[in-house]
C-alpha cells in the first residue's frame, strides 16, 4: 500500500497492478476516515447542497477548516504518487506515461471522458505484459532469462 510512496515521483520502470490496486485502497480508506471526521466535526452533506442558500464561504469552510483541511493535505500528499502509479502502471501494460496524459484530456469532453474513464479503467485491470518490455524487466518476475545471458 505504500510501495508508491517510497517511489514518490519515480516515472519509469513497471508497477504490478496489486501496487496500484493497493495505493488506490489505501486512498478511498483514508478519505473515508477523513470524511467521518468532517461530518462527525460538523461537516454535512446538506450543507453542501444548500450551497446557494448558506453561501459559498460556509461550504469552503467545511473542506478548508479544521478536519477539512485534512483532505487537502492528503491530496497534495498523494497526488504525484497517484500518477506516478498510474504511469508505471500503463508501462507495465508496454504504453507509453503519456496516454494518462490523454486520458485526462478526454476526461473533460463530456461523453468522450465516460468513454475513456472505463477504457483506462479497464487498461489497469488488465494483467501486464509477460517478461521485459522496452520499460524495464517483469515485475513479477525480477529474475528472467536476460540474467542467465
Known amino acids: 500500500m ?20 493497493a495505493f488506490s485502497l ?10 467521518i471526521l468532517v461530518m462527525a466535526t460538523g461537516g454535512s452533506l446538506a450543507a453542501l ?13 467545511i473542506f478548508f477548516g ?15 504518487p497517484s500518477i506516478a502509479v ?7 501494460r508496454d504504453m507509453s506515461g503519456w496516454w494518462y496524459l490523454g486520458f485526462v484530456v478526454a476526461s473533460f469532453i463530456p461523453f468522450v471522458g465516460f468513454v475513456a ?3 483506462l479503467f479497464v487498461l489497469l485491470v488488465l494483467p ?7 520499460f524495464g524487466p517483469d515485475p513479477k518476475e525480477p529474475v528472467g532469462p536476460e540474467v542467465f545471458g
Open 66 to 80: 479544521g478536519f477539512g483541511l485534512l483532505f487537502v493535505v492528503w491530496w497534495l500528499v498523494t497526488i504525484i
Open 2 to 21: 505504500i510501495m508508491p510512496f517510497r517511489r514518490y515521483a519515480d516515472f519509469t520502470g513497471r508497477s504490478r497492478r496489486m501496487e496500484f490496486w
Open 86 to 92: 498510474t504511469v508505471r502502471r500503463l508501462h507495465d
Open 49 to 61: 447542497a444548500n450551497a446557494e442558500e448558506v453561501g459559498f464561504s460556509a461550504v469552503m469552510a
Open 128 to 134: 501486464g505484459t509477460r517478461g521485459s518490455n522496452r
Open 26 to 35: 489505501l486512498n478511498v480508506i483514508v478519505t473515508f476516515l477523513i470524511s
Open 117 to 119: 474513464g472505463i477504457a
